[in-house]
T-cell receptor
Framework: DAKTTQPPSMDCAEGRAANLPCNHSTISGNEYVYWYRQIHSQGPQYIIH???NNETNEMASLIITEDRKSSTLILPHATLRDTAVYYCIVRETSGTYKYIFGTGTRLKVLA | EPEVTQTPSHQVTQMGQEVILRCVPISNHLYFYWYRQILGQKVEFLVSFYNNEISEKSEIFDDQFSVERPDGSNFTLKIRSTKLEDSAMYFC???????????FGSGTQLSVL
């Protein structure tokens, strides 16, 4: 089963920051936090991942709490095209190849 | 940007028939995967493939399923005798490193009648 808890849905106004939370209270020291999103029924798209430091790339920022029990994905200026299901996934980077997808957060960006 | 290509986009078949779903992973990637998503349900891992052999598989991936990399560019998923419950969207993915930053294709919608 997925090791993460996410709210089932969120709305965000276009142009505003979208902050998507994720709880992973049982995360272990060698597990990374990954974020993917799925637009309509397309294949999931990688967004960002991190271990304990905050990360930023061209798509988003990832803020991980100091105790690593939760994280927040930030889309700084949400657009209508960011409407999607966002998945927070915790996994090791050795010993297993698979991602266990949960039900994610359905983000709707409103005009 | 390089992408994973899947064909066909839609496949309709009769129960009991064999189907082959095809994928062209990103050219310099070494790790290949199949996932599936039944309508309205979660994305589920099926199998991973590296160095011409299965490296990990889920309990879904039973004897009816097989994977192959027949040449240097294609990666296929074969379902030997399809069942109604095999109806799903099947996603191929590839990565440069084990499990890292998967790049997914746009999927093949399989409908078993």
């Amino acid at each position: 089963d997925a090791k993460t808890t996410q709210p089932p849905s969120m709305d965000c106004a276009e142009g505003r920051a979208a902050n998507l939370p994720c709880n992973h209270s049982t995360i272990s020291g060698n597990e990374y936090v990954y974020w993917y999103r799925q637009i309509h029924s397309q294949g999931p798209q990688y967004i960002i991942h991190g271990l304990k430091n905050n990360e930023t790339n061209e798509m988003a920022s990832l803020i991980i709490t100091e105790d690593r029990k939760s994280s927040t994905l930030i889309l700084p200026h949400a657009t209508l095209r960011d409407t999607a299901v966002y998945y927070c996934i915790v996994r090791e980077t050795s010993g297993t190849y698979k991602y266990i997808f949960g039900t994610g957060t359905r983000l709707k960006v409103l005009a | 940007e390089p992408e994973v290509t899947q064909t066909p986009s839609h496949q309709v078949t009769q129960m009991g028939q064999e189907v082959i779903l095809r994928c062209v992973p990103i050219s310099n990637h070494l790790y290949f995967y199949w996932y599936r998503q039944i309508l309205g349900q979660k994305v589920e891992f099926l199998v991973s493939f590296y160095n011409n052999e299965i490296s990990e598989k889920s309990e879904i991936f039973d004897d009816q399923f097989s994977v192959e990399r027949p040449d240097g560019s294609n990666f296929t998923l074969k379902i030997r005798s399809t069942k109604l419950e095999d109806s799903a969207m099947y996603f191929c993915a590839s990565s440069a490193q084990m499990g890292e930053k998967l790049f997914f294709g746009s999927g093949t919608q399989l409908s078993v009648l």
